[in-house]
Structures are given as C-alpha cells and as structure tokens.
C-alpha cells in the first residue's frame, strides 16, 4: 500500500495549485485539504463555488506515472467516489468529462492535471470537489450529499472513507 501524507488548510487559493507549485519536494500519495478554496476551479478553468467548510475540497499527487495509465486513472477515482456516495445511500452517474451528478444535478467534480512528456507524467494531480453540506447554489444546477439525505453529514469521514476507498483499490 501506498505511503500517504496529508497537508490540511483552513483557507488557500486551490489545492491543485498548492501541489503543482510543491511537487518536487512532496511524494507520491500526499493529499491536501481545505475548508475553503479561494481559487478553486473546474475543467476549463472554471470557478469551483464552494462554502467554507462545507465540503470536501482536496487533491493528491502522483509522481512518474506512465502515460498509458491515464484511462485507468480516471477510472479508479471515479469508483472510489461512486463507493463512497453508494455508502451513503446515493445513486450517482458520470457525465462526461469530469462530473458526477446525482438525479440530474452536479455533486462532484474531478480535475486532473499532468505534466510531463516522452512516456512517463512527472507528476498528476487529481482534484475533487464534493458538495457535502452546501445547500445553496446560486446560478448552478447542483445539490450535495445533505440536500439528498437531508441529513449533516461529517467531512472530515466521508474524506477518510473517499482515501480508503481510493487506496483499497490502487491499480
């Protein structure tokens, strides 16, 4: 199993870029948290909203993966988080490129970004927003995971639940 570090914030721009601005000092498997992204952002460089403390809001790092492995990375997280919300009683989808939706609504995001030529990535950061406890979004079509169980839900378990999920299955 893999070595796994986690970097927690209250407050920082993205955790995506926290990662690709400190990738060469940190190792495979380092996981960052925040309560509250001031950046945060999707496919196409658009904005993440997101209440402060409300959600999980993370990415992790990969170092020298091969290229060929990208499908199967995407894959991977997505069965991680459809464990994680099927524990929580929730029927989710894919749509592509990058979300997952629950009764036609947006509840989660991935972001993956690499860097890296010939056959190897130097690094892949994988970021995910998961609507937990928000119950306002203003202009977006989506819900969270306490607007379909009408029930708070703890951030920091489903995390842990999402990790473990995430490391129990690595390719």
């Not at 995506?16 to 950046?39: C, G, M, P």
């Not at 998961?130 to 708070?152: D, P």
């Not at 639940?161 to 129990?168: C, G, S």
């Amino acid at each position: 199993m893999a070595k796994v570090k986690l970097i927690e914030f209250k407050k920082i721009p993205s955790t995506n870029d926290y990662l690709k601005a400190n990738y060469e000092k940190l190792t495979s498997f380092t996981f960052v948290r925040t309560d509250y992204q001031t950046q945060g952002r999707g496919q196409f460089d658009r904005k993440w909203a997101s209440s402060n403390g409300r959600n999980l809001l993370m990415s992790f790092l990969m170092k020298d993966i091969p290229i060929n492995q990208m499908n199967n990375i995407k894959e991977w997280v997505k069965s991680a988080i459809f464990a994680t919300l099927g524990s929580l009683g929730l029927d989710v989808y894919f749509k592509e490129p990058n979300d997952v939706f629950c009764h036609d609504k947006k509840l989660c995001g991935i972001l993956i970004e690499t860097k890296g030529s010939g056959q190897k990535f130097e690094y892949v950061i994988v970021g995910i927003g998961l609507n937990v406890n928000q119950f306002l979004f203003h202009k977006f079509k989506a819900t969270s995971v306490f607007l379909e169980t009408k029930k708070i839900h703890n951030v920091r378990k489903i995390m842990s639940k999402f990790m473990a999920n995430l490391l129990e299955s690595y390719f």
